[in-house]
T-cell receptor, first 112, second 115 residues
Framework: SQQGEEDPQALSIQEGENATMNCSYK?????LQWYRQNSGRGLVHLIL?????REKHSGRLRVTLDTSKKSSSLLITASRAADTASYFC????????????FGPGTRLSVLP | GAVVSQHPSRVICKSGTSVKIECRSL??????MFWYRQFPKKSLMLMAT?????????EQGVEKDKFLINHASLTLSTLTVTSAHPEDSSFYIC???????????FGPGTRLTVL
């Protein structure tokens, strides 16, 4: 099974609400990264959180990392229709014998 | 953030032909470049990792003779899909890392359609 697995696979919310996506992984990691992808486009890097960090913020984004549970969450506050996209987590475990592995992604729809 | 370009953005070719996709880091030196493929509504699958000046490391199940990767300089990597078949149709995305950051910067992707 995949190293990084997001849940939910699809999420639909109203504008202004918060969206939370989770990612679980299986091995030790160097860092975990969250990316966003608009339909049919490349990926945009959102946040990188290192294995010794527990929480990071960037604008309306908040990422947490719990290495004991091998899980991470991405919270988008006060969502906007423009946040509609697929969100992927990717684990960097190159020091542990595994290259970047992407989870299946969460498709977020923010309804106006 | 750093910028990575890919060319072409879209290509349609006949079965049996070869297609080359270029990936360029425009404002940083990409010591490592990655190639991914993505099927519709699916996640990215890492195909190979290449370091400048050395042979690419392919992931299990990826045919290195079919997907030729060249990382000739710190700003350019190419992926050549040889003797393409319809099952090679996919969205191919490259990324690069460099300097002191572990962050990958992704290109916009190339949509390959093999008829």
């Amino acid at each position: 099974s995949q190293q990084g697995e997001e849940d939910p696979q699809a999420l639909s919310i109203q504008e202004g609400e918060n969206a939370t996506m989770n990612c679980s992984y299986k091995t030790s990691i160097n860092n975990l990264q969250w990316y966003r992808q608009n339909s049919g486009r490349g990926l945009v890097h959102l946040i990188l959180i290192r294995s010794n960090e527990r929480e990071k913020h960037s604008g309306r984004l908040r990422v947490t990392l719990d290495t004991s549970k091998k899980s991470s969450s991405l919270l988008i506050t006060a969502s906007r229709a423009a946040d509609t996209a697929s969100y992927f987590c990717a684990t960097d475990a190159r020091n542990y014998g595994q290259n970047f592995v992407f989870g299946p992604g969460t498709r977020l729809s923010v309804l106006p | 953030g750093a910028v990575v370009s890919q060319h072409p953005s879209r290509v349609i070719c006949k079965s049996g032909t070869s297609v080359k996709i270029e990936c360029r880091s425009l404002d940083f030196q990409a010591t490592t470049m990655f190639w991914y493929r993505q099927f519709p509504k699916k996640s990215l699958m890492l195909m190979a990792t290449s370091n400048e000046g050395s042979k690419a490391t392919y992931e299990q199940g990826v045919e290195k003779d079919k997907f030729l990767i060249n990382h000739a300089s710190l700003t350019l990597s190419t992926l050549t899909v040889t003797s393409a078949h319809p099952e090679d149709s996919s969205f191919y995305i490259c990324s690069g890392t460099g300097g002191s950051t572990d962050t990958q910067y992704f290109g916009p992707g190339t949509r390959l359609t093999v008829l």
